[in-house]
């Protein structure tokens, strides 16, 4: 049996999410546990090969709204993208060759199958507390290397340099760019590094950052839309 063929095999033997645990997981996370499903097989983790198993088993995270029963793969190489920038970490690899999990990948992992079958709510433990005994005290009163470093690449970058000065000159790639995305970071994704960045300047104690973050959330709409 080739790969192709043990691929389709294992697709058909596994049960698809369902929309609402699509939701809930959200499509970074999704990727994710698809380049690992690949790995837990011993089948390269190619970018056809995601696009196939994140598909099959999140087909409406995955699909064109008008067409849903085909894959958008710009959506699945967007979180490719996500998952591979180092302000995330859990994947490494490219398009041209494969991609496999990290550390902090496998974590991800483990913590979403952990909470599949507890029948937890994906949400009810933060993303950031990786079952390491961190309690959610500890991680709201102690900021770690993560947070820190989250704040000085917005501190460094281009959008916080001109809004300490010329507002009006700050691009929308720009913002994206200063919270760990680019031009073709999708909305949500944004979205979630804002909170983030929210949160790291509550455990940082940083009022500079925060100032920018929630004048960045203040223009939102007009800066870059939704």
Known sequence: MNEREKLIEILNKHEKFNEDIQKKVGRDRSIVYSVSLLEKENID????????????????????????????????????????????GWLIGSDKTTYNTTEKGKEVVSIFLNLMKNNMDIKALPLDLQVKGITKKEAVTRPRDTELNFIKEIKESKAFYK????????????????????????ISFLKEKLEKAKMACRMANDSDVELYIKWVEDNWSMLIGD
């Open 45 to 88: 983790a190619t970018f056809q090969r995601i696009c196939v198993v994140s598909f099959k088993l999140f087909s409406e995270s995955f699909s064109f709204p008008e067409f849903p029963e085909f894959p958008d793969s710009r959506l699945i190489r967007n979180c490719l993208w996500h998952c591979v920038h180092s302000s995330k």
């Open 163 to 186: 809004y300490k000065g010329n507002r009006n000159s700050i691009s929308a790639v720009e913002i994206m760019k200063s919270l760990g995305g680019d031009r073709y970071s999708s």
